[in-house]
């Protein structure tokens, strides 16, 4: 599973096709929301390449 904070990321994630297996609320900020993603080398790879853009 990873999880993701930010919800910029996640609706970039679901536009290239990744689906949130669960939501859950946030233990390190009250009050925000976790997506969680499957973890898979695809995803790795999406995140590593907004990562590189400054997306």
């Not at 996640?10 to 997506?35: E, M, P, Q």
């Amino acid at each position: 599973m990873k999880c993701i904070l930010s919800y910029r990321v996640a609706k970039h994630l679901l536009s290239k096709g990744f689906k949130i297996v669960d939501l859950d609320t946030s233990y390190k900020i009250r009050g925000n929301i976790v997506f969680i993603f499957e973890q898979s080398e695809a995803l790795e790879r999406e995140l590593a390449k907004m990562k590189r853009k400054g997306d």
